[in-house]
């Protein structure tokens, strides 16, 4: 009996009682040797403090089992969990959710870190700049993602990318409460496309002869060679803006010139498609498209009498004098409050046009016919048509070979402007007399706070008095 006591008192002393003594009733059981637990787990690992909680637990089912609830119209709203949880909760939850989900799944989620998370983890949208966006991520992404399939697209598959299963008429469905700004850097063409050469047509005395007899044809008569069609990807949004630009970026050995420029029948249905579908459009750019007059006009012909269009970038093409007849007379047969007609071929004709359009107008708030080719006779007959204009806040007229005869008009327009805030004249050889007249008629002026007179030739002291100025009226 007393060698059993013995060796049982050997095995406890060995093995640790399973029994706490009365000094060890508040001990841990994690740190004490003595009320620790003396089974041997398959998982090294194992430990009974990392048990997870039942809520863990629970929580980790919605995490992995996560499905929004989908409504008759086609529709995704959150999971009916979600909205039951506290608000805790419904942060944890989101922000444990993979960011490669399809995309049915999670556009309900209108929490914005989430779509941060998702727009970081596609290295190829780096540097991620939200702020072009509105500043919401989520609009970044669908933004985005538009952009990437929609540059993507060849004409020659077109039906399959537009229409077949997750395509981008399902994601702009999707998308629509989000996308604001639809921006297209390039628009792959037609394998079989032939270029059209942007053609500058004589400007003719009547305008509705100048639009209403524009015809749907290529500028060489030929039939049109068309890029995708953006009008059913337009009418599935409700963008506020549109860029696009017809070309190829990295296009390497690969180049043809019928990759460059929108043709007739793009430009036709895309702006038949504008008047007709897009009723929230407020600013469209086709910049560095190849646009020539007759496409120019074919712009003007749809945009006359529109109503929500109040900025037209039409910058970096080959618009001539005809075309820069048929914006002359759409500036005052719309809305519109800002126009870019920089970098294109705009002469005297076009520039008396265009300053005739302007005396009378009480819309447009901003002008840039920069880099045109107005020369001496052009910029004299648009100041003076201008003189008469008395809304518009900034104008930009610098390299367009403006001379001594322009100058004398300019000043003119100065003296008797009361609404002009910024100025743009640089690279413009008008002389050291014009920087005098130009002193002069700044004389009593209050209203001018900005002019860009690099590159006019002025002496030193004359622009030095012309900033001294510039800077007074900065300053009330």
Same mark, same amino acid.
């Given at each position: 009996?007393?060698?059993?006591?013995?060796?049982?008192?050997?095995?406890?002393?060995?093995?640790?009682?399973?029994?706490?003594?009365?000094?060890?009733?508040?001990?841990?059981?994690?740190?004490?040797?003595? +009320?620790?637990?003396?089974?041997?787990?398959?998982?090294?690992?194992?430990?009974?403090?990392?048990?997870?909680? $039942?809520?863990?637990?629970?929580?980790?089912? +919605?995490?992995?089992? %996560?499905?929004?609830?989908?409504?008759?119209?086609?529709?995704?709203?959150?999971?009916?969990?979600?909205?039951? $949880?506290?608000?805790?909760?419904?942060?944890?939850?989101?922000?444990?959710?993979?960011?490669?989900?399809? $995309?049915?799944?999670?556009?309900?989620?209108?929490?914005? @870190?989430?779509?941060?998370?998702?727009?970081?983890?596609?290295?190829?949208?780096?540097?991620?700049?939200?702020?072009?966006?509105?500043?919401?991520?989520?609009?970044?992404?669908?933004?985005?993602?538009?952009?990437?399939?929609?540059?993507?697209?060849?004409?020659?598959?077109?039906?399959?990318? =537009?229409?077949?299963?997750?395509?981008?008429?399902?994601?702009?469905?999707?998308?629509?409460?989000?996308?604001?700004?639809?921006?297209?850097?390039? +628009? +792959?063409?037609?394998?079989?496309?032939?270029?059209?050469?942007?053609?500058? $047509?004589?400007?003719?005395?009547?305008?509705?002869?100048?639009?209403?007899?524009?015809?749907?044809?290529?500028?060489?008569?030929?039939?049109?060679?068309?890029?995708?069609?953006?009008?059913?990807?337009?009418?599935?949004?409700?963008?506020?803006?549109?860029?696009?630009?017809?070309?190829?970026?990295?296009?390497?050995?690969?180049?043809?010139?019928?990759?460059?420029?929108?043709?007739?029948?793009?430009?036709?249905?895309?702006?038949?498609?504008?008047?007709?579908?897009? @009723?929230?459009?407020?600013?469209?750019?086709?910049?560095?498209?190849?646009?020539?007059?007759?496409?120019?006009? =074919?712009?003007?012909?749809?945009?006359?009498?529109?109503?929500?269009?109040?900025?037209?970038?039409?910058?970096?093409? !080959?618009?001539?004098?005809?075309?820069?007849?048929?914006?002359?007379?759409?500036?005052?047969?719309?809305?519109?409050?800002?126009?870019?007609?920089?970098?294109?071929?705009?002469?005297?004709?076009?520039?008396?046009?265009?300053?005739? !359009?302007?005396?009378?107008?009480?819309?447009?708030?901003?002008?840039?016919?920069?880099?045109?080719?107005?020369?001496?006779?052009?910029?004299?007959?648009?100041?003076?048509?201008?003189?008469?204009?008395?809304?518009?806040?900034?104008?930009?007229?610098?390299?367009?070979?403006?001379?001594?005869?322009?100058?004398?008009?300019?000043?003119? %327009?100065?003296?008797?402007?009361?609404?002009? !805030?910024?100025?743009?004249?640089?690279?413009?050889?008008?002389?050291?007399?014009?920087?005098?007249?130009?002193?002069?008629?700044?004389?009593?002026?209050?209203?001018?706070?900005?002019?860009?007179?690099?590159?006019?030739?002025?002496?030193?002291?004359?622009?030095?008095?012309?900033?001294?100025?510039?800077?007074?009226?900065?300053?009330?």
């Amino acid at each position: 009996m007393m060698e059993t006591e013995g060796a049982m008192s050997a095995l406890n002393s060995k093995l640790g009682s399973r029994v706490a003594s009365p000094d060890h009733k508040n001990a841990d059981p994690v740190t004490d040797p003595r +009320l620790m637990r003396r089974i041997i787990a398959e998982d090294p690992l194992w430990n009974l403090s990392s048990v997870p909680s $039942l809520l863990q637990l629970c929580f980790n089912t +919605l995490v992995t089992s %996560y499905e929004p609830e989908h409504s008759e119209g086609g529709r995704f709203h959150n999971n009916p969990v979600l909205s039951k $949880l506290s608000p805790e909760f419904q942060v944890r939850l989101i922000s444990s959710l993979p960011v490669d989900l399809p $995309l049915r799944l999670t556009v309900g989620i209108e929490h914005d @870190p989430f779509w941060k998370r998702k727009v970081q983890a596609i290295e190829r949208w780096r540097p991620c700049v939200v702020d072009e966006h509105g500043g919401l991520w989520k609009q970044m992404y669908f933004e985005r993602l538009l952009r990437e399939r929609l540059e993507a697209v060849h004409p020659e598959q077109e039906d399959i990318e =537009m229409s077949g299963p997750d395509g981008i008429l399902e994601i702009a469905a999707m998308a629509a409460p989000y996308v604001k700004v639809l921006t297209l850097q390039q +628009l +792959l063409p037609p394998d079989d496309g032939e270029p059209e050469e942007p053609v500058l $047509l004589p400007p003719v005395d009547d305008f509705e002869e100048d639009v209403e007899g524009v015809v749907d044809h290529g500028d060489d008569g030929g039939p049109p060679a068309d890029h995708i069609d953006l009008v059913p990807v337009l009418r599935a949004l409700q963008i506020s803006e549109l860029r696009a630009c017809y070309t190829v970026k990295n296009c390497g050995m690969k180049f043809k010139w019928s990759m460059f420029g929108i043709t007739t029948g793009d430009c036709s249905t895309l702006m038949r498609g504008i008047r007709d579908y897009v @009723p929230s459009i407020s600013s469209l750019s086709l910049h560095g498209s190849l646009i020539g007059d007759n496409k120019a006009r =074919m712009i003007c012909k749809y945009l006359l009498g529109n109503t929500t269009i109040t900025r037209l970038d039409l910058s970096h093409n !080959a618009i001539g004098d005809s075309g820069a007849r048929a914006v002359a007379k759409l500036i005052n047969n719309s809305v519109l409050q800002e126009v870019d007609l920089r970098d294109n071929k705009i002469a005297a004709i076009g520039a008396k046009q265009l300053g005739k !359009a302007l005396k009378q107008n009480t819309t447009l708030r901003s002008l840039n016919v920069r880099l045109n080719r107005f020369k001496d006779e052009g910029g004299r007959d648009f100041f003076r048509g201008i003189s008469g204009n008395k809304v518009i806040r900034e104008l930009n007229v610098s390299c367009n070979s403006l001379g001594t005869n322009s100058a004398e008009a300019l000043c003119h %327009y100065v003296d008797r402007n009361t609404s002009i !805030a910024l100025f743009d004249i640089s690279c413009n050889e008008l002389g050291e007399h014009a920087g005098r007249m130009l002193l002069e008629a700044l004389d009593g002026n209050t209203v001018l706070k900005g002019i860009d007179l690099r590159l006019c030739h002025f002496d030193k002291d004359t622009e030095f008095q012309i900033n001294v100025i510039l800077k007074q009226n900065t300053k009330r």
